[in-house]
């Protein structure tokens, strides 16, 4: 792009600017080049145009506050909202979240990198401008071929410090395209719905508990659990059994409704024995036990028929002798002959259950109705059959049973009471090293015998305390959807990095801008052309040859130093000690800044040796050359006309 001249034919112009350079070592003739005319336009590349340059700092400024603004708002709203299934089937997911971020960020990366490199370009000829630099300064150090990594040292040896800081703001942009591509993420978040739900069960004693169908069907629900590894049923986790309720019918969807209903909390309340012993009178097998709080227990066992055995007994020990066998306490016992002696080997556990009935905050799944969560609220005081007669808050043993004459309800008696200590004992046989290993352990038979009566109880509780009752009840459905989520760390990092970007980038453009504001270059710079342009009539090239190399260009350009001449344009060049700063101020201007003229008595020898001819003294006069000051006459050379 291409703008007008500066006001170059300013009288107040320094002669010095126009005059031959001073020096022996080579001839100059930039005295016959043209002046330039206020129609010459100077080139200025689009890219640092100012609404180029420093709208692309003030984007990526915006961008950076944007990005940190989604960070909020994903952060706020659980992510933003996508389509279920991927519309674009020829793309991915993560495919796309990597490249659409990415294809957002990097061309405005890209244009910062580029005005790194405009900067980078013109920076010889910015110092060359200021006028007084060294060939190593002006002339042999490129910007642009060391790339912004190098160009940081240089830039700090020169204390060129608008291209330090351009150099390391552009490298900084190359870490916006892996930032940029961890940005997004779907992630599967909560959405909550309010709706209400019809509660089918209230709190309280089951009138056909004493059938002994629930009792049975908890045994074998266990006992299939520890075979086959199956989780927790409906409305029971962690000893809790809820009410039930009936549950939205939402196929397909991920979620769990939460609702505000009663449940009871069944504790096994285990503990080892204090100790237990196995007795052996002519042949005959018996566990003597004794709990940690004195009760003793004694067991005959026939072991004729098989040596691993297990079962449970009541207890009838102080209090609990009173209580019908179906809330007493129970001693759950294990024994077998061990592995390396064969010697008989005994385990008991004592077991005294209790419950409690409180106000739950319970969260089911949608698809299989088992329960994610159940939180106590509040523990609820009741006047029912369980608080008051015949349970007066005693919690059922749930594996003895008085004998019944009903053959059914007794088979249900007795495959309970074998049931819970089977599931039990095959639980210590299927772990490495067979029951061995938990007769080993301290408390091996203690963790695994409440674990398999908490589930048991719990899935008793749920048919033997509950009622049918319906109740309309407040929820909340949590469905989980894909949502559109901001990663936090690579978001802030990509933000706070483009703020300080686009920021220092403002500040660096505009600095620079004013840098460039007095130099004129008629082409793009960089070109053999165009240096050949600058060059051709500047003499120093008469010291070099094509094959010089950097060190010996130097070498021989040592004790010169070099400017751009103010009138025509072109690169010249002054002895290090005849050098006048050449900033477009006159000796007058000079001297009231306090800046003088260091020209010795050998200086004004040189010049004068510089004398023309008089024949040459008169063609100049009648030229007009050299250029006389004075309002009416303005700067000339032999090509202008008179």
Same mark, same amino acid.
């Given at each position: 792009?291409?703008?007008?001249?500066?006001?170059?034919?300013?009288?107040?112009?320094?002669?010095?600017?126009?005059?031959?350079?001073?020096?022996?070592? $080579?001839?100059?003739?930039?005295?016959?080049?043209?002046?330039?005319?206020?129609?010459?336009?100077?080139?200025?590349?689009?890219? =640092?145009?100012?609404?180029?340059?420093? !709208?692309?700092?003030?984007?990526?400024?915006?961008?950076?506050?944007?990005?940190?603004?989604?960070?909020?708002?994903?952060?706020?709203?659980?992510?933003?909202?996508?389509?279920?299934?991927?519309?674009?089937?020829?793309?991915?997911?993560?495919?796309?979240?990597?490249?659409?971020?990415?294809?957002?960020?990097?061309?405005?990366?890209?244009?910062?990198?580029?005005?790194?490199?405009?900067?980078?370009?013109?920076?010889?000829?910015?110092?060359?401008?200021?006028?007084?630099?060294?060939?190593?300064?002006?002339?042999?150090?490129?910007?642009?071929?060391?790339?912004?990594?190098?160009?940081? $040292?240089?830039?700090?040896?020169?204390?060129?410090?608008?291209?330090?800081?351009?150099?390391?703001?552009?490298?900084?942009?190359?870490?916006?395209?892996?930032?940029?591509?961890?940005?997004?993420?779907?992630?599967?978040?909560?959405?909550?719905?309010?709706?209400?739900?019809?509660?089918?069960?209230?709190?309280?004693?089951?009138?056909?508990?004493?059938?002994?169908?629930?009792?049975?069907?908890?045994?074998?629900?266990?006992?299939?659990?520890?075979?086959?590894?199956?989780?927790?049923?409906?409305?029971?986790?962690?000893?809790?059994?809820?009410?039930?309720?009936?549950?939205?019918?939402?196929?397909?969807?991920?979620?769990?409704?939460?609702?505000?209903?009663?449940?009871?909390?069944?504790?096994?309340?285990?503990?080892?024995?204090?100790?237990?012993?196995?007795?052996?009178?002519?042949?005959?097998?018996?566990?003597?036990?004794?709990?940690?709080?004195?009760?003793?227990?004694?067991?005959?066992?026939?072991?004729?028929?098989?040596?691993?055995?297990?079962?449970?007994?009541?207890?009838?020990?102080?209090?609990?002798?009173?209580?019908?066998?179906?809330?007493?306490?129970?001693?759950?016992?294990?024994?077998?002959?061990?592995?390396?002696?064969?010697?008989?080997?005994?385990?008991?556990?004592?077991?005294?259950?209790?419950?409690?009935?409180?106000?739950?905050?319970?969260?089911?799944?949608?698809?299989?109705?088992?329960?994610?969560?159940?939180?106590?609220?509040?523990?609820?005081?009741?006047?029912?059959?369980?608080?008051?007669?015949?349970?007066?808050?005693?919690?059922?043993?749930?594996?003895?049973?008085?004998?019944?004459?009903?053959?059914?309800?007794?088979?249900?008696?007795?495959?309970?009471?074998?049931?819970?200590?089977?599931?039990?004992?095959? $639980?210590?046989?299927?772990?490495? !090293?067979?029951?061995?290993?938990?007769?080993?352990?301290?408390?091996?038979?203690?963790?695994?015998?409440?674990?398999?009566?908490?589930?048991?109880?719990?899935?008793?509780?749920?048919?033997?305390?509950?009622?049918?009752?319906?109740?309309?009840?407040?929820?909340?459905?949590?469905?989980?959807?894909?949502?559109?989520?901001?990663?936090?760390?690579?978001?802030?990092?990509?933000?706070?990095?483009?703020?300080?970007?686009?920021?220092?980038?403002?500040?660096?453009?505009?600095?620079?801008?004013?840098?460039?504001?007095?130099?004129?270059?008629?082409?793009?710079?960089?070109?053999?052309?165009?240096?050949?342009?600058?060059?051709?009539?500047?003499?120093?090239?008469?010291?070099?040859?094509?094959?010089?190399?950097?060190?010996?260009?130097?070498?021989?350009?040592?004790?010169?130093?070099?400017?751009?001449?103010?009138?025509?344009?072109?690169?010249?060049?002054?002895?290090?000690?005849?050098?006048?700063?050449?900033?477009?101020?006159?000796?007058?201007?000079?001297? =009231?800044?306090?800046?003088?003229?260091?020209?010795?008595?050998?200086?004004?020898?040189?010049?004068?040796?510089?004398?023309?001819?008089?024949?040459?003294?008169?063609?100049?006069?009648?030229?007009?050359?050299?250029?006389?000051?004075?309002?009416?006459?303005?700067?000339?050379?032999?090509?202008?006309?008179?």
């Amino acid at each position: 792009m291409s703008s007008k001249s500066p006001s170059y034919q300013d009288s107040r112009t320094s002669f010095r600017s126009s005059q031959m350079s001073a020096t022996s070592k $080579f001839r100059e003739s930039t005295h016959v080049i043209p002046s330039r005319v206020p129609e010459d336009e100077r080139y200025e590349p689009f890219e =640092l145009t100012l609404f180029v340059a420093i !709208g692309t700092t003030l984007i990526m400024l915006a961008l950076g506050v944007a990005l940190e603004v989604g960070i909020i708002l994903s952060n706020r709203n659980n992510g933003f909202a996508v389509p279920e299934r991927n519309v674009l089937s020829f793309a991915s997911s993560y495919f796309l979240l990597s490249f659409v971020p990415t294809l957002i960020i990097i061309p405005f990366a890209m244009a910062y990198r580029e005005l790194d490199w405009f900067i980078r370009r013109y920076q010889s000829y910015v110092v060359l401008q200021r006028g007084n630099v060294n060939a190593e300064e002006g002339l042999l150090t490129d910007y642009v071929s060391l790339g912004p990594f190098y160009a940081l $040292f240089y830039s700090r040896k020169y204390k060129h410090r608008v291209i330090f800081w351009s150099s390391f703001t552009a490298l900084i942009t190359y870490v916006f395209q892996p930032l940029a591509g961890s940005l997004f993420s779907i992630q599967q978040m909560p959405i909550f719905s309010n709706t209400t739900i019809t509660s089918t069960r209230t709190i309280s004693l089951s009138p056909d508990v004493d059938d002994l169908n629930a009792f049975v069907s908890a045994a074998g629900f266990a006992d299939a659990a520890v075979f086959n590894g199956l989780s927790d049923p409906p409305f029971v986790t962690a000893g809790w059994a809820t009410a039930e309720f009936a549950i939205p019918q939402k196929p397909g969807l991920n979620g769990t409704v939460i609702v505000d209903t009663t449940g009871v909390q069944t504790s096994p309340n285990c503990e080892n024995a204090q100790s237990a012993t196995v007795g052996i009178t002519n042949g005959n097998v018996t566990i003597h036990s004794t709990s940690a709080s004195g009760c003793q227990v004694g067991i005959p066992i026939n072991t004729t028929l098989v040596e691993n055995q297990y079962g449970v007994v009541d207890t009838d020990c102080g209090d609990s002798a009173a209580l019908n066998v179906t809330l007493r306490p129970v001693m759950f016992w294990y024994l077998h002959r061990r592995v390396d002696n064969n010697v008989w080997e005994a385990k008991t556990v004592f077991c005294s259950p209790s419950i409690k009935m409180s106000a739950v905050h319970a969260e089911a799944w949608l698809q299989s109705k088992t329960l994610a969560s159940c939180q106590e609220k509040d523990e609820l005081k009741l006047d029912n059959n369980i608080t008051g007669s015949p349970l007066f808050g005693q919690a059922f043993n749930g594996v003895v049973f008085p004998p019944n004459s009903d053959p059914f309800v007794q088979a249900r008696a007795t495959a309970t009471n074998i049931g819970v200590p089977g599931a039990i004992f095959r $639980f210590a046989s299927q772990l490495e !090293g067979g029951p061995q290993s938990t007769f080993d352990l301290p408390n091996g038979f203690l963790d695994i015998t409440s674990k398999v009566y908490t589930l048991h109880l719990a899935l008793a509780a749920k048919n033997i305390y509950f009622v049918a009752e319906n109740t309309t009840l407040p929820a909340q459905i949590q469905t989980f959807v894909p949502r559109l989520v901001v990663s936090a760390l690579p978001a802030h990092t990509l933000a706070i990095l483009m703020f300080l970007v686009g920021l220092i980038g403002t500040f660096l453009h505009i600095i620079s801008r004013r840098q460039r504001r007095q130099l004129f270059l008629s082409c793009p710079p960089g070109t053999i052309g165009s240096i050949i342009a600058m060059t051709s009539h500047s003499g120093f090239g008469q010291l070099l040859v094509p094959y010089d190399t950097h060190e010996s260009i130097e070498k021989k350009l040592d004790g010169l130093r070099f400017r751009l001449d103010q009138r025509t344009g072109a690169i010249v060049a002054d002895d290090e000690e005849d050098v006048v700063a050449a900033d477009g101020r006159d000796d007058a201007l000079q001297s =009231l800044l306090g800046r003088k003229d260091k020209k010795s008595s050998k200086d004004v020898t040189r010049m004068s040796s510089l004398s023309v001819s008089s024949s040459q003294t008169a063609y100049q006069a009648a030229t007009g050359y050299p250029p006389w000051r004075g309002p009416a006459s303005p700067l000339r050379t032999p090509y202008d006309p008179l």
